[in-house]
């Protein structure tokens, strides 16, 4: 078990972290956010597998062939990026880290306060993790999507085969351009599990904490303002509300199985599926970017390049979890686009929200066709 939870940290915690440092680090000379990198580096490895895994399963290749591409050129990025960030620990990034350790220690007690908030936030997040691991749940669409991850991981075959029954069929293009099931099974293969164990038992272990990191950005964001930071009396500082925009959050997604169709419900209940990747990790990576975005168009007059081409990774992505992606995301960033055109009078990022669009275009107009 502990090899296998050890091939599961490589493979979801240290492959998309390395992926996402490099992207962000080559070239460039200052710190990384570490949490944005790791988030990053999810929307680089699935739009990685996506581009690998749909030309191999429209040539009714087998998955063998995607297993090993995927794992060569994810692998190659992701140890250059663990490389560089070597590098910058060697240069002094590990003296200012003990140096901030050392004057945080000190402050401990003035801290008290944010201190008990995360801590009440951490013990939410491990009770979600732990019941998603211990209890079973009933869901019909494991009948269809996880023979789709076993007979990948197993057999060979990518949608070329009927999920319920096994029998032969021919090539299902309708599921077969949104491969998240074979990427399921690149897991379960890694792991040497089966396909099913990786789906329900140790992919929430990591996908319930990669949705937090991303709300934990998002929050930093929101809780920077003069509101959060100022030091007159009546208004509460980042450090404390930043905790308890977090515990907020966590509350929303225990007490949100309020029916089938909420991000909550499918966060914890269906973690394995791309429908809830989709909904918890893209769209919210969406929202953290397109703000980031927003702000080089206060600053810059229009996005930087490097942001245009992270948007395109998170489309990309979000073709792998669904097939209806292209479209809900496409007007999402159009629409979002359009609102910060409206707010600074930019008409450049419109273009670049369009380009940042073109895989999700792509993606609709090759589903329409097939």
Known sequence: ???????????????????????????????????????LGYMLMWALFQLIAVPVIIKEGEFPLVEFVFEAVSLTLALAGL?????????????????FGKEAFGKIKEKAVPLFFWAVFGAGLLFQMAQAYLLAYADGDDAFYIPISLTASQGGSLYTSIPYTGEGSTLNLRYGLAPFPVWVGFIASKCRVNAAVAAHSLMPLVLIPVTYV????????????????????????????????????????????????????????????????????????????????????????????????????????????????????????????????LLYRKPFILLQGFLGCVPGIAYALLYLKL
């Open 1 to 39: 078990m502990i090899v296998k939870l050890l091939m599961l940290g490589i493979w979801m915690v240290l492959v998309p972290w390395g992926m996402g440092y490099f992207a962000l680090r080559v070239g460039r000379k200052n710190t990384v956010e570490a949490g944005y990198a790791f988030c």
């Open 214 to 341: 991303l709300y934990l950005e998002i929050g930093r964001r929101l809780c920077s303002g003069d509101f959060c930071t100022g030091e007159k009396k009546g208004r509460m500082r980042k450090e404390t509300l930043l905790p308890l925009f977090m515990i907020f959050v966590a509350l929303l997604q225990i007490f949100g199985n309020y029916s089938i169709y909420p991000a909550s419900t499918f966060l914890l209940t269906r973690t394995r599926q791309g429908k809830a990747a989709l909904g918890n990790v893209v769209l919210p990576f969406f929202i953290l970017l397109l703000y980031k975005m927003a702000e080089e168009v206060k600053v810059r007059g229009k996005a930087r390049a490097q942001s245009v081409l992270w948007l395109m990774a998170a489309m990309t992505a979000g073709c792998l979890c669904s097939t209806m992606s292209g479209f809900l995301c496409s007007m999402f960033v159009m629409l979002t686009a359009f609102l910060i055109f």
């Open 83 to 99: 490389f560089l960030f070597a590098m910058q620990l060697k240069e002094g990034l590990w003296k200012e880290w003990c140096s």
